[in-house]
Protein backbone atom coordinates (compact mmCIF):
# COMPACT_ATOMS: atom_id res chain seq x y z
CA UNK A 1 0.00 0.00 0.00
CA UNK A 2 2.63 2.51 1.26
CA UNK A 3 5.23 1.53 -1.78
CA UNK A 4 2.06 1.95 -4.26
CA UNK A 5 1.54 5.46 -2.92
CA UNK A 6 5.10 5.99 -3.13
CA UNK A 7 5.16 4.98 -6.67
CA UNK A 8 1.92 7.04 -7.95
CA UNK A 9 3.58 10.15 -5.75
CA UNK A 10 6.66 9.70 -7.79
CA UNK A 11 4.87 8.90 -11.24
CA UNK A 12 3.19 12.01 -10.11
CA UNK A 13 6.56 13.81 -9.85
CA UNK A 14 7.18 12.63 -13.06
CA UNK A 15 4.08 13.42 -15.33
CA UNK A 16 4.92 16.99 -13.30
CA UNK A 17 8.68 17.47 -14.59
CA UNK A 18 8.04 18.98 -17.73
CA UNK A 19 5.97 21.41 -16.15
CA UNK A 20 8.64 22.34 -13.72
CA UNK A 21 11.26 22.12 -15.50
CA UNK A 22 11.36 25.34 -17.35
CA UNK A 23 10.80 27.29 -14.00
CA UNK A 24 13.48 25.48 -12.48
CA UNK A 25 15.99 25.77 -15.42
CA UNK A 26 15.24 29.25 -15.46
CA UNK A 27 15.75 29.67 -12.04
CA UNK A 28 18.92 27.46 -11.86
CA UNK A 29 20.48 29.91 -14.66
CA UNK A 30 19.37 33.09 -14.01
CA UNK A 31 19.12 33.49 -10.22
CA UNK A 32 21.52 29.95 -8.83
CA UNK A 33 24.52 30.91 -11.05
CA UNK A 34 25.31 34.23 -10.63
CA UNK A 35 24.51 34.28 -6.78
CA UNK A 36 26.91 31.83 -6.16
CA UNK A 37 29.40 32.81 -8.62
CA UNK A 38 28.86 36.20 -6.23
CA UNK A 39 29.64 34.07 -3.15
CA UNK A 40 32.78 32.94 -5.17
CA UNK A 41 33.92 36.64 -5.89
CA UNK A 42 32.83 38.23 -2.30
CA UNK A 43 35.50 35.61 -0.82
CA UNK A 44 38.34 36.95 -3.05
CA UNK A 45 41.25 39.44 -2.87
CA UNK A 46 41.07 40.66 -6.75
CA UNK A 47 37.99 39.51 -9.46
CA UNK A 48 39.69 36.62 -11.43
CA UNK A 49 38.72 38.54 -14.83
CA UNK A 50 41.53 41.00 -13.78
CA UNK A 51 44.40 38.90 -14.67
CA UNK A 52 45.65 39.53 -11.22
CA UNK A 53 46.95 36.74 -8.80
CA UNK A 54 44.11 36.38 -6.22
CA UNK A 55 43.22 34.42 -3.04
CA UNK A 56 40.66 33.29 -0.86
CA UNK A 57 40.10 35.83 2.07
CA UNK A 58 37.44 37.21 4.54
CA UNK A 59 38.86 40.78 4.38
CA UNK A 60 35.61 41.79 2.47
CA UNK A 61 33.57 40.81 5.21
CA UNK A 62 35.43 41.98 8.17
CA UNK A 63 36.02 45.79 6.42
CA UNK A 64 32.00 45.74 7.17
CA UNK A 65 33.06 46.40 10.68
CA UNK A 66 36.05 47.98 10.00
CA UNK A 67 34.69 51.06 9.38
CA UNK A 68 31.64 52.27 11.01
CA UNK A 69 30.58 54.04 8.12
CA UNK A 70 28.69 50.66 6.32
CA UNK A 71 27.18 50.07 9.63
CA UNK A 72 25.59 53.85 9.40
CA UNK A 73 24.44 53.26 6.18
CA UNK A 74 22.74 50.18 6.72
CA UNK A 75 20.93 51.47 9.61
CA UNK A 76 19.85 54.46 7.47
CA UNK A 77 18.54 52.37 4.49
CA UNK A 78 16.86 49.92 7.38
CA UNK A 79 15.21 53.07 8.74
CA UNK A 80 14.42 54.21 5.10
CA UNK A 81 12.67 50.75 4.94
CA UNK A 82 10.61 50.65 7.67
CA UNK A 83 9.53 54.65 7.22
CA UNK A 84 8.35 53.87 3.18
CA UNK A 85 6.81 50.12 4.55
CA UNK A 86 4.76 52.51 7.43
CA UNK A 87 3.59 55.27 4.75
CA UNK A 88 2.23 52.49 2.18
CA UNK A 89 0.32 51.23 4.53
CA UNK A 90 -0.94 54.39 5.54
CA UNK A 91 -1.47 55.22 2.44
CA UNK A 92 -2.38 51.90 -0.11
CA UNK A 93 -4.66 50.36 2.86
CA UNK A 94 -7.52 52.70 2.72
CA UNK A 95 -7.56 52.83 -1.15
CA UNK A 96 -7.42 48.84 -1.47
CA UNK A 97 -10.54 49.26 0.96
CA UNK A 98 -11.90 51.48 -1.08
CA UNK A 99 -11.64 48.86 -3.86
CA UNK A 100 -12.45 45.86 -2.15
CA UNK A 101 -15.66 47.06 -0.35
CA UNK A 102 -17.01 50.30 -1.44
CA UNK A 103 -16.69 50.61 -5.03
CA UNK A 104 -18.33 48.08 -7.58
CA UNK A 105 -18.47 47.74 -11.32
CA UNK A 106 -16.65 50.15 -13.75
CA UNK A 107 -16.12 52.64 -11.06
CA UNK A 108 -13.82 49.92 -9.42
CA UNK A 109 -12.26 49.00 -12.67
CA UNK A 110 -11.18 52.48 -13.03
CA UNK A 111 -9.75 53.23 -10.09
CA UNK A 112 -7.71 49.90 -10.38
CA UNK A 113 -6.46 50.83 -13.49
CA UNK A 114 -5.44 54.02 -12.11
CA UNK A 115 -3.42 51.97 -9.34
CA UNK A 116 -1.50 49.85 -11.69
CA UNK A 117 -0.72 52.43 -14.44
CA UNK A 118 2.71 53.75 -12.45
CA UNK A 119 3.58 49.62 -12.85
CA UNK A 120 3.38 49.91 -16.88
CA UNK A 121 5.95 53.16 -16.86
CA UNK A 122 9.68 52.40 -16.35
CA UNK A 123 11.14 53.42 -13.15
CA UNK A 124 13.74 55.99 -14.12
CA UNK A 125 10.85 57.87 -15.79
CA UNK A 126 8.83 57.73 -12.86
CA UNK A 127 11.65 59.21 -11.16
CA UNK A 128 12.94 62.14 -13.09
CA UNK A 129 9.21 63.12 -13.21
CA UNK A 130 9.07 63.44 -9.50
CA UNK A 131 12.07 65.61 -10.09
CA UNK A 132 10.29 67.74 -12.23
CA UNK A 133 7.52 68.36 -9.78
CA UNK A 134 9.29 68.26 -6.43
CA UNK A 135 12.11 71.20 -7.27
CA UNK A 136 12.19 74.72 -6.62
CA UNK A 137 10.36 76.38 -9.74
CA UNK A 138 9.24 72.88 -10.63
CA UNK A 139 5.60 71.92 -11.06
CA UNK A 140 4.20 71.48 -7.28
CA UNK A 141 5.74 74.86 -6.39
CA UNK A 142 4.05 76.90 -9.32
CA UNK A 143 1.11 75.18 -9.16
CA UNK A 144 0.98 76.00 -5.04
CA UNK A 145 1.79 79.39 -5.82
CA UNK A 146 -0.59 80.48 -8.47
CA UNK A 147 -3.64 79.37 -6.25
CA UNK A 148 -2.17 80.11 -2.58
CA UNK A 149 -2.92 83.64 -2.03
CA UNK A 150 0.60 84.00 0.12
CA UNK A 151 4.05 83.11 -1.13
CA UNK A 152 5.58 79.43 0.17
CA UNK A 153 8.70 77.81 -1.12
CA UNK A 154 8.57 74.43 -1.58
CA UNK A 155 11.89 72.56 -2.94
CA UNK A 156 11.99 69.14 -2.27
CA UNK A 157 14.35 68.10 -4.58
CA UNK A 158 17.61 66.17 -3.31
CA UNK A 159 16.58 65.94 0.33
CA UNK A 160 15.16 62.64 2.32
CA UNK A 161 11.73 63.55 1.88
CA UNK A 162 12.01 63.45 -2.20
CA UNK A 163 13.60 59.30 -1.47
CA UNK A 164 10.80 58.90 0.77
CA UNK A 165 8.06 60.32 -2.14
CA UNK A 166 9.94 58.70 -4.61
CA UNK A 167 9.70 55.35 -2.85
CA UNK A 168 6.63 55.33 -1.58
CA UNK A 169 4.67 56.12 -5.40
CA UNK A 170 6.79 53.26 -7.23
CA UNK A 171 6.15 50.95 -3.70
CA UNK A 172 2.67 51.25 -3.12
CA UNK A 173 0.70 49.25 -5.81
CA UNK A 174 2.50 46.10 -4.29
CA UNK A 175 0.47 47.15 -0.86
CA UNK A 176 -2.69 47.85 -2.57
CA UNK A 177 -2.45 44.78 -4.62
CA UNK A 178 -2.02 42.29 -1.92
CA UNK A 179 -4.31 44.14 0.78
CA UNK A 180 -7.18 44.29 -2.09
CA UNK A 181 -6.92 40.71 -2.66
CA UNK A 182 -7.19 40.04 1.05
CA UNK A 183 -9.86 42.48 2.21
CA UNK A 184 -11.84 41.07 -1.18
CA UNK A 185 -12.14 37.47 0.03
CA UNK A 186 -13.34 39.12 3.61
CA UNK A 187 -17.43 37.74 3.44
CA UNK A 188 -19.66 40.75 3.56
CA UNK A 189 -21.68 38.28 5.75
CA UNK A 190 -18.94 38.92 8.76
CA UNK A 191 -19.16 42.74 8.30
CA UNK A 192 -23.39 42.62 8.76
CA UNK A 193 -22.95 40.23 11.34
CA UNK A 194 -20.81 42.06 13.33
CA UNK A 195 -22.74 45.57 12.47
CA UNK A 196 -26.51 43.74 13.29
CA UNK A 197 -24.68 42.71 16.58
CA UNK A 198 -24.07 46.24 17.60
CA UNK A 199 -19.93 47.04 16.31
CA UNK A 200 -18.89 50.52 15.92
CA UNK A 201 -17.03 51.74 12.55
CA UNK A 202 -13.84 51.25 14.69
CA UNK A 203 -13.97 47.95 16.57
CA UNK A 204 -15.33 46.69 13.25
CA UNK A 205 -12.12 47.71 11.43
CA UNK A 206 -10.07 46.55 14.73
CA UNK A 207 -11.75 43.00 15.40
CA UNK A 208 -12.52 42.01 11.86
CA UNK A 209 -11.41 43.83 9.36
CA UNK A 210 -7.31 44.22 9.93
CA UNK A 211 -7.05 40.47 11.26
CA UNK A 212 -8.87 39.27 8.62
CA UNK A 213 -6.40 40.70 5.69
CA UNK A 214 -3.17 40.75 7.91
CA UNK A 215 -1.53 37.95 5.53
CA UNK A 216 -2.13 40.60 2.63
CA UNK A 217 -0.89 43.89 4.95
CA UNK A 218 2.35 41.55 5.55
CA UNK A 219 2.64 40.41 2.47
CA UNK A 220 2.56 43.08 1.02
CA UNK A 221 5.17 44.72 4.07
CA UNK A 222 7.59 42.53 2.92
CA UNK A 223 7.66 42.61 -0.51
CA UNK A 224 8.33 46.30 -0.38
CA UNK A 225 10.31 46.37 2.90
CA UNK A 226 13.22 44.11 0.94
CA UNK A 227 13.37 45.80 -1.99
CA UNK A 228 13.63 49.14 -0.35
CA UNK A 229 16.94 48.61 1.69
CA UNK A 230 18.48 47.94 -0.82
CA UNK A 231 17.19 50.64 -2.98
CA UNK A 232 20.17 52.60 -4.95
CA UNK A 233 18.62 54.61 -7.84
CA UNK A 234 15.82 56.31 -6.30
CA UNK A 235 18.09 57.68 -3.47
CA UNK A 236 20.77 58.95 -5.76
CA UNK A 237 18.29 60.64 -8.33
CA UNK A 238 16.19 62.24 -5.72
CA UNK A 239 18.50 62.51 -2.47
CA UNK A 240 21.08 64.61 -3.47
CA UNK A 241 23.91 64.81 -0.86
CA UNK A 242 21.65 62.81 1.44
CA UNK A 243 21.17 60.87 -0.74
CA UNK A 244 24.26 57.72 0.14
CA UNK A 245 22.43 54.43 1.28
CA UNK A 246 23.73 51.25 1.62
CA UNK A 247 22.59 50.11 -1.80
CA UNK A 248 24.60 53.59 -3.55
CA UNK A 249 27.52 52.24 -1.56
CA UNK A 250 27.38 48.67 -3.17
CA UNK A 251 26.56 50.57 -6.38
CA UNK A 252 29.48 52.42 -6.01
CA UNK A 253 31.68 49.32 -5.65
CA UNK A 254 30.65 47.72 -8.93
CA UNK A 255 30.12 50.73 -11.06
CA UNK A 256 32.62 53.26 -9.91
CA UNK A 257 35.55 51.73 -8.57
CA UNK A 258 35.22 48.26 -9.79
CA UNK A 259 35.82 46.11 -7.00
CA UNK A 260 33.22 43.30 -7.38
CA UNK A 261 34.58 41.35 -4.13
CA UNK A 262 33.67 44.51 -1.72
CA UNK A 263 30.46 45.02 -3.30
CA UNK A 264 29.65 41.15 -3.09
CA UNK A 265 30.24 40.57 0.08
CA UNK A 266 28.32 44.12 1.48
CA UNK A 267 25.32 42.62 -0.78
CA UNK A 268 25.21 39.76 0.86
CA UNK A 269 25.96 41.03 4.49
CA UNK A 270 22.83 42.76 3.53
CA UNK A 271 21.05 39.38 2.46
CA UNK A 272 22.26 38.08 5.76
CA UNK A 273 20.82 40.94 7.60
CA UNK A 274 16.93 40.95 5.81
CA UNK A 275 16.65 37.25 6.53
CA UNK A 276 17.98 37.70 10.04
CA UNK A 277 14.84 40.64 10.54
CA UNK A 278 12.33 38.21 8.70
CA UNK A 279 13.57 35.16 10.48
CA UNK A 280 13.14 36.83 13.84
CA UNK A 281 9.59 38.64 12.67
CA UNK A 282 8.37 35.52 11.42
CA UNK A 283 6.53 34.18 14.54
CA UNK A 284 4.39 37.46 14.87
CA UNK A 285 3.88 37.03 11.07
CA UNK A 286 2.83 33.51 11.49
CA UNK A 287 0.29 34.32 13.62
CA UNK A 288 -0.68 37.28 11.80
CA UNK A 289 -0.84 34.85 8.68
CA UNK B 1 10.95 19.46 -25.27
CA UNK B 2 13.48 17.14 -23.61
CA UNK B 3 16.30 18.37 -21.22
CA UNK B 4 19.42 16.95 -23.17
CA UNK B 5 17.56 19.02 -26.83
CA UNK B 6 17.15 22.53 -24.72
CA UNK B 7 20.75 22.22 -22.80
CA UNK B 8 22.29 21.55 -26.17
CA UNK B 9 20.29 24.55 -27.92
CA UNK B 10 21.97 26.24 -25.22
CA UNK B 11 24.80 25.79 -25.19
CA UNK B 12 24.22 25.91 -29.35
CA UNK B 13 23.23 29.19 -29.03
CA UNK B 14 25.67 30.67 -26.27
CA UNK B 15 28.67 29.16 -28.94
CA UNK B 16 26.82 31.31 -31.46
CA UNK B 17 26.75 34.51 -30.26
CA UNK B 18 29.99 34.42 -28.60
CA UNK B 19 31.58 33.29 -32.31
CA UNK B 20 29.21 36.48 -33.80
CA UNK B 21 30.84 38.85 -30.87
CA UNK B 22 34.38 37.73 -31.56
CA UNK B 23 33.98 37.78 -35.26
CA UNK B 24 35.38 40.50 -35.75
CA UNK B 25 35.59 41.49 -39.68
CA UNK B 26 39.13 42.35 -41.28
CA UNK B 27 37.76 45.96 -42.35
CA UNK B 28 36.01 46.83 -38.86
CA UNK B 29 37.42 48.98 -36.40
CA UNK B 30 36.29 48.07 -32.90
CA UNK B 31 36.95 51.32 -30.72
CA UNK B 32 36.65 51.73 -26.88
CA UNK B 33 35.90 55.11 -25.92
CA UNK B 34 33.58 56.74 -23.19
CA UNK B 35 29.82 57.30 -24.72
CA UNK B 36 29.41 60.70 -27.01
CA UNK B 37 32.84 61.58 -26.70
CA UNK B 38 33.47 62.40 -30.35
CA UNK B 39 34.41 58.68 -31.83
CA UNK B 40 31.03 57.78 -31.92
CA UNK B 41 30.13 60.89 -33.68
CA UNK B 42 27.62 59.34 -36.44
CA UNK B 43 29.00 62.41 -39.37
CA UNK B 44 32.45 61.32 -37.42
CA UNK B 45 32.43 57.88 -38.41
CA UNK B 46 30.59 57.72 -41.80
CA UNK B 47 33.22 60.59 -42.89
CA UNK B 48 36.01 58.02 -41.72
CA UNK B 49 34.32 55.16 -43.17
CA UNK B 50 33.98 56.48 -46.95
CA UNK B 51 37.65 57.92 -46.83
CA UNK B 52 39.14 54.67 -45.58
CA UNK B 53 36.68 51.60 -45.86
CA UNK B 54 36.84 50.71 -42.54
CA UNK B 55 33.95 50.07 -40.77
CA UNK B 56 33.54 51.39 -37.02
CA UNK B 57 31.95 49.99 -34.16
CA UNK B 58 31.83 51.62 -30.92
CA UNK B 59 31.81 50.17 -27.83
CA UNK B 60 31.52 52.37 -24.04
CA UNK B 61 32.60 52.01 -20.67
CA UNK B 62 31.44 54.23 -17.67
CA UNK B 63 35.10 53.76 -16.10
CA UNK B 64 38.38 53.14 -16.13
CA UNK B 65 38.53 50.48 -14.55
CA UNK B 66 35.72 48.71 -16.26
CA UNK B 67 37.71 49.61 -19.85
CA UNK B 68 40.80 47.81 -17.97
CA UNK B 69 38.56 44.74 -17.79
CA UNK B 70 37.05 44.71 -20.93
CA UNK B 71 40.25 44.82 -22.16
CA UNK B 72 41.76 41.92 -20.04
CA UNK B 73 38.28 39.77 -20.96
CA UNK B 74 38.30 40.26 -24.75
CA UNK B 75 41.92 40.27 -25.68
CA UNK B 76 41.74 40.82 -29.75
CA UNK B 77 38.21 42.33 -29.91
CA UNK B 78 39.49 45.57 -29.48
CA UNK B 79 41.66 47.85 -31.94
CA UNK B 80 41.13 51.17 -30.32
CA UNK B 81 40.99 52.39 -27.44
CA UNK B 82 41.05 56.03 -25.69
CA UNK B 83 42.94 56.09 -22.35
CA UNK B 84 43.40 58.29 -19.99
CA UNK B 85 47.16 58.88 -19.73
CA UNK B 86 47.30 58.03 -16.00
CA UNK B 87 45.70 54.99 -16.67
CA UNK B 88 48.10 54.00 -19.81
CA UNK B 89 51.19 53.10 -17.49
CA UNK B 90 48.92 50.27 -15.65
CA UNK B 91 47.65 49.52 -19.29
CA UNK B 92 51.01 48.62 -20.80
CA UNK B 93 52.47 46.89 -17.55
CA UNK B 94 49.75 44.20 -17.82
CA UNK B 95 50.46 43.90 -21.55
CA UNK B 96 46.99 44.89 -22.71
CA UNK B 97 48.36 47.61 -24.94
CA UNK B 98 50.93 47.66 -27.68
CA UNK B 99 53.26 50.22 -29.37
CA UNK B 100 52.51 52.36 -31.68
CA UNK B 101 54.08 52.77 -35.06
CA UNK B 102 53.95 56.24 -35.12
CA UNK B 103 55.25 56.86 -38.85
CA UNK B 104 51.83 55.43 -40.10
CA UNK B 105 50.37 58.20 -38.51
CA UNK B 106 50.66 61.70 -40.94
CA UNK B 107 49.20 63.83 -38.14
CA UNK B 108 51.36 62.71 -35.36
CA UNK B 109 54.52 64.92 -36.13
CA UNK B 110 51.69 67.96 -35.32
CA UNK B 111 51.13 67.15 -31.91
CA UNK B 112 52.50 69.18 -29.50
CA UNK B 113 55.76 67.89 -28.31
CA UNK B 114 55.43 67.85 -24.99
CA UNK B 115 52.31 65.77 -24.85
CA UNK B 116 53.46 63.48 -27.42
CA UNK B 117 57.09 62.47 -25.28
CA UNK B 118 55.19 62.89 -21.87
CA UNK B 119 56.81 59.96 -19.75
CA UNK B 120 52.91 58.64 -19.13
CA UNK B 121 52.89 57.59 -22.98
CA UNK B 122 56.31 56.61 -23.40
CA UNK B 123 58.20 53.71 -22.30
CA UNK B 124 61.25 52.51 -23.06
CA UNK B 125 61.29 55.11 -26.42
CA UNK B 126 58.79 53.53 -27.52
CA UNK B 127 55.20 54.97 -28.16
CA UNK B 128 52.17 53.57 -26.22
CA UNK B 129 49.51 56.26 -26.52
CA UNK B 130 48.43 58.94 -29.13
CA UNK B 131 48.08 62.37 -27.53
CA UNK B 132 44.59 63.28 -28.51
CA UNK B 133 42.49 65.45 -26.40
CA UNK B 134 43.36 67.38 -22.73
CA UNK B 135 40.98 69.14 -20.66
CA UNK B 136 40.66 70.89 -17.39
CA UNK B 137 38.44 70.01 -14.14
CA UNK B 138 37.50 73.22 -13.12
CA UNK B 139 34.75 75.30 -12.31
CA UNK B 140 31.85 76.08 -14.41
CA UNK B 141 29.39 78.65 -13.55
CA UNK B 142 25.58 79.55 -13.79
CA UNK B 143 25.80 83.19 -15.96
CA UNK B 144 22.55 84.10 -14.55
CA UNK B 145 23.87 84.19 -10.92
CA UNK B 146 26.99 86.02 -11.52
CA UNK B 147 27.36 89.67 -13.21
CA UNK B 148 30.96 89.10 -13.32
CA UNK B 149 32.86 85.70 -13.02
CA UNK B 150 34.90 84.75 -10.38
CA UNK B 151 38.20 84.27 -10.36
CA UNK B 152 38.83 82.55 -7.40
CA UNK B 153 38.39 78.42 -5.49
CA UNK B 154 37.06 80.08 -2.48
CA UNK B 155 33.81 81.22 -4.41
CA UNK B 156 32.21 77.51 -4.16
CA UNK B 157 32.66 78.29 -0.07
CA UNK B 158 30.94 81.71 -0.47
CA UNK B 159 27.46 81.57 1.79
CA UNK B 160 25.73 83.07 -0.59
CA UNK B 161 25.81 80.20 -2.57
CA UNK B 162 24.84 77.85 -0.16
CA UNK B 163 22.79 75.16 -1.24
CA UNK B 164 23.90 75.85 -4.77
CA UNK B 165 26.86 74.32 -5.14
CA UNK B 166 27.50 71.03 -7.05
CA UNK B 167 30.54 68.69 -7.47
CA UNK B 168 31.22 65.46 -9.09
CA UNK B 169 30.58 62.25 -7.03
CA UNK B 170 34.15 60.92 -7.57
CA UNK B 171 36.42 60.22 -4.67
CA UNK B 172 39.35 61.04 -6.85
CA UNK B 173 38.26 64.35 -8.64
CA UNK B 174 36.98 65.24 -5.18
CA UNK B 175 40.81 64.63 -3.54
CA UNK B 176 42.38 66.41 -6.09
CA UNK B 177 39.97 69.61 -5.99
CA UNK B 178 40.44 69.79 -2.50
CA UNK B 179 44.25 69.34 -2.84
CA UNK B 180 43.84 72.89 -5.40
CA UNK B 181 41.82 74.48 -2.59
CA UNK B 182 44.31 74.35 0.00
CA UNK B 183 47.27 75.26 -1.83
CA UNK B 184 48.87 71.21 -2.61
CA UNK B 185 50.25 69.55 -5.64
CA UNK B 186 47.16 67.14 -6.61
CA UNK B 187 49.55 64.04 -7.32
CA UNK B 188 51.73 64.31 -4.04
CA UNK B 189 48.72 65.63 -1.16
CA UNK B 190 51.27 66.18 1.88
CA UNK B 191 48.61 67.14 4.24
CA UNK B 192 45.37 64.68 3.48
CA UNK B 193 43.80 66.50 6.93
CA UNK B 194 43.56 70.22 5.46
CA UNK B 195 42.04 68.43 2.43
CA UNK B 196 39.23 66.42 4.25
CA UNK B 197 38.82 69.68 6.82
CA UNK B 198 38.44 71.62 3.40
CA UNK B 199 35.90 69.56 1.90
CA UNK B 200 34.16 69.10 4.41
CA UNK B 201 33.24 72.79 5.13
CA UNK B 202 31.94 72.23 1.60
CA UNK B 203 29.43 69.64 2.30
CA UNK B 204 26.82 72.06 3.76
CA UNK B 205 27.18 73.94 0.24
CA UNK B 206 25.88 71.20 -1.91
CA UNK B 207 22.66 70.95 -3.63
CA UNK B 208 23.69 67.43 -5.06
CA UNK B 209 26.12 65.21 -7.12
CA UNK B 210 26.66 65.00 -10.32
CA UNK B 211 27.62 62.22 -12.08
CA UNK B 212 26.87 62.94 -15.98
CA UNK B 213 27.00 65.71 -18.05
CA UNK B 214 23.16 65.88 -18.28
CA UNK B 215 22.88 66.19 -14.15
CA UNK B 216 24.89 69.14 -14.54
CA UNK B 217 22.83 70.47 -17.83
CA UNK B 218 19.57 70.19 -15.83
CA UNK B 219 20.58 71.71 -12.73
CA UNK B 220 21.58 74.37 -14.64
CA UNK B 221 18.33 74.65 -16.81
CA UNK B 222 16.46 74.67 -14.41
CA UNK B 223 18.45 77.41 -12.74
CA UNK B 224 19.15 75.25 -9.45
CA UNK B 225 22.82 75.71 -9.30
CA UNK B 226 25.53 78.75 -9.50
CA UNK B 227 28.45 77.00 -9.22
CA UNK B 228 30.03 73.55 -9.43
CA UNK B 229 33.11 71.32 -10.44
CA UNK B 230 33.11 70.88 -14.25
CA UNK B 231 34.90 69.43 -17.05
CA UNK B 232 35.95 71.95 -19.51
CA UNK B 233 34.97 70.15 -22.75
CA UNK B 234 31.62 69.79 -21.20
CA UNK B 235 30.93 73.08 -20.47
CA UNK B 236 31.98 73.74 -23.99
CA UNK B 237 29.39 71.51 -24.94
CA UNK B 238 27.01 72.83 -22.83
CA UNK B 239 27.11 76.36 -24.67
CA UNK B 240 27.52 75.57 -27.87
CA UNK B 241 25.47 72.52 -28.24
CA UNK B 242 22.70 72.67 -25.45
CA UNK B 243 22.47 77.05 -25.65
CA UNK B 244 22.66 76.92 -21.52
CA UNK B 245 24.19 79.69 -19.79
CA UNK B 246 27.60 77.88 -18.16
CA UNK B 247 30.93 80.03 -18.61
CA UNK B 248 34.09 77.76 -17.32
CA UNK B 249 36.17 79.81 -15.10
CA UNK B 250 39.93 78.45 -14.70
CA UNK B 251 40.37 79.75 -10.67
CA UNK B 252 43.76 81.13 -10.49
CA UNK B 253 44.23 78.65 -7.64
CA UNK B 254 44.74 76.26 -10.27
CA UNK B 255 42.51 72.89 -12.32
CA UNK B 256 43.12 69.48 -12.47
CA UNK B 257 44.16 68.92 -16.53
CA UNK B 258 44.09 65.35 -18.00
CA UNK B 259 45.52 64.17 -21.39
CA UNK B 260 43.29 61.28 -23.02
CA UNK B 261 45.04 59.40 -25.27
CA UNK B 262 44.29 56.39 -28.54
CA UNK B 263 45.98 53.22 -27.78
CA UNK B 264 46.19 49.78 -29.52
CA UNK B 265 45.24 46.76 -27.63
CA UNK B 266 47.03 43.88 -27.75
CA UNK B 267 45.75 41.29 -30.16
CA UNK B 268 44.57 43.94 -32.64
CA UNK B 269 43.24 42.01 -35.69
CA UNK B 270 43.35 45.23 -37.53
CA UNK B 271 46.26 47.34 -36.60
CA UNK B 272 45.91 49.57 -40.03
CA UNK B 273 42.61 50.60 -39.31
CA UNK B 274 43.44 51.30 -36.29
CA UNK B 275 46.34 53.65 -37.31
CA UNK B 276 43.99 55.40 -39.76
CA UNK B 277 41.13 55.26 -37.51
CA UNK B 278 43.36 57.37 -35.08
CA UNK B 279 45.14 59.65 -37.35
CA UNK B 280 41.30 60.52 -38.17
CA UNK B 281 40.61 61.49 -34.57
CA UNK B 282 43.55 63.77 -34.44
CA UNK B 283 43.02 65.27 -37.51
CA UNK B 284 42.49 69.34 -37.72
CA UNK B 285 39.44 68.70 -40.29
CA UNK B 286 37.57 66.17 -38.12
CA UNK B 287 38.51 68.67 -34.78
CA UNK B 288 37.26 71.74 -35.86
CA UNK B 289 34.04 69.38 -37.02
CA UNK B 290 33.70 68.47 -33.79
CA UNK B 291 34.11 71.87 -31.67
CA UNK B 292 31.77 73.81 -33.86
CA UNK B 293 28.92 70.93 -34.25
CA UNK B 294 28.86 69.55 -30.75
CA UNK B 295 32.00 71.31 -28.53
CA UNK B 296 34.97 69.30 -27.29
CA UNK B 297 38.06 69.36 -25.64
CA UNK B 298 41.68 70.85 -26.47
CA UNK B 299 43.48 69.05 -28.90
CA UNK B 300 46.82 67.50 -28.47
CA UNK B 301 47.57 68.68 -32.70
CA UNK B 302 48.68 72.31 -32.57
CA UNK B 303 47.55 72.58 -35.94
CA UNK B 304 43.94 71.43 -34.71
CA UNK B 305 43.68 73.87 -32.34
CA UNK B 306 44.98 76.69 -35.15
CA UNK B 307 42.28 75.79 -37.28
CA UNK B 308 39.69 77.64 -34.74
CA UNK B 309 39.07 80.41 -35.03
CA UNK B 310 41.33 83.05 -33.06
CA UNK B 311 38.35 83.95 -30.10
CA UNK B 312 37.68 80.19 -29.68
CA UNK B 313 37.58 79.43 -26.11
CA UNK B 314 39.55 76.54 -26.71
CA UNK B 315 42.41 78.44 -28.73
CA UNK B 316 41.92 81.49 -26.86
CA UNK B 317 41.50 80.84 -23.05
CA UNK B 318 42.80 77.49 -22.93
CA UNK B 319 46.08 78.35 -24.91
CA UNK B 320 47.07 80.96 -22.78
CA UNK B 321 50.27 80.41 -21.55
CA UNK B 322 49.08 81.88 -18.21
CA UNK B 323 46.54 79.17 -17.84
CA UNK B 324 48.99 76.83 -18.51
CA UNK B 325 51.64 77.82 -15.93
CA UNK B 326 48.70 76.94 -12.76
CA UNK B 327 46.62 73.73 -14.05
CA UNK B 328 48.50 70.22 -12.97
CA UNK B 329 48.53 67.30 -15.07
CA UNK B 330 47.35 64.02 -13.31
CA UNK B 331 49.57 61.62 -12.89
CA UNK B 332 48.81 57.50 -12.05
CA UNK B 333 48.02 57.00 -8.56
CA UNK B 334 48.35 53.73 -6.49
CA UNK B 335 45.55 51.74 -6.05
CA UNK B 336 46.00 51.67 -2.13
CA UNK B 337 46.03 55.68 -3.14
CA UNK B 338 42.75 55.37 -4.81
CA UNK B 339 41.34 53.55 -1.78
CA UNK B 340 42.32 56.02 0.89
CA UNK B 341 40.38 58.71 -1.23
CA UNK B 342 37.42 56.93 -1.80
CA UNK B 343 37.04 55.67 1.51
CA UNK B 344 37.81 59.34 2.31
CA UNK B 345 35.06 60.13 0.53
CA UNK B 346 32.24 58.27 1.66
CA UNK B 347 32.99 59.23 5.16
CA UNK B 348 32.48 63.06 3.76
CA UNK B 349 29.17 61.58 2.33
CA UNK B 350 28.05 59.22 5.24
CA UNK B 351 28.46 62.88 7.64
CA UNK B 352 26.55 65.15 6.04
CA UNK B 353 23.46 62.43 7.33
Known amino acids: ?289 | MRMPDLTALLTATAVLTSALAFAANADEVHVLNWKGYGADEPWATEAFEKATGNKVVNDFFNSEQEMLTKLRTNPGLYDVVMINAAFNDQAMAEKLIQPIDTSKLPNYADISKDKASSPMLVHNDKVYGVPWVWGLTALAINDKSFDKPPTSIAEMWDPAHKGRVTIRDDAVEAVQFGAIATGQNINDVKDMEAVKAKLTSLMPQIKTFWSSENDWNQMVASNQIDIGTYWSGSADRAKTHFKLPVSLVIPREGAVAWLDAFSIPVGSKNVAGAEAFINYMVDPKFYVEWVTKVGAPVSANTKAVEALPEDAFNRKVMGDPAVAKRIQFQAPITDAQREAYLSLWQQLKVNVK
Open chain 1, 1 to 289: MAAQVAAASRSGLRSALPLLAPAYLWLTVAIFLPLSAMVFFSLMTELPLSGKPWAFTLENYTAFFSQSLYLTLLLASLRLGLEVTLWCIIVGYPAAYVLAKVLKGRSREAIFLLVILPFWSNGLVRIFSWAMVLREGGILDTALNAVLPFKINIDLMYSYPAVIIGLVHSYVPYMVLTCYLTLQAIDDSLIEAGRSLGASRLQMLKRVIIPLSMPGLVAGAALIFVPVVGSFMEPRILGGRTGTFYGTVIEDQFVAVFNWPLGAALSFILLAVVLVILAVASPVLRRAM
